[in-house]
């Protein structure tokens, strides 16, 4: 019986260069855009809504009001 001797040839050598670049490219997208939100202020702690309602009312008192008894 005779021997069978099988020979592969390895394939080219495939590098994982485009992965590194992609993962590289989500990366700095996240950087990116985490440095928008908080300088637009999505990470602010404070949850306290700040309101810029300004009421002013001036009342105008009676002139022939009595005032109240001194105890």
Known sequence: MADTIIS???????????GW??????LLAMVVGAVVLYQKGYFN????????????????????ATPAPAN
């Open 8 to 18: 592969n040839t390895p394939g080219p050598s495939s590098d994982s260069g485009a």
């Open 21 to 26: 670049v992609v993962a590289l490219i989500l």
């Open 45 to 64: 702690m404070n949850n306290e809504k700040k309101s810029t309602t300004n009421i002013n009312v001036t009342l105008p008192t009676p002139s022939d």
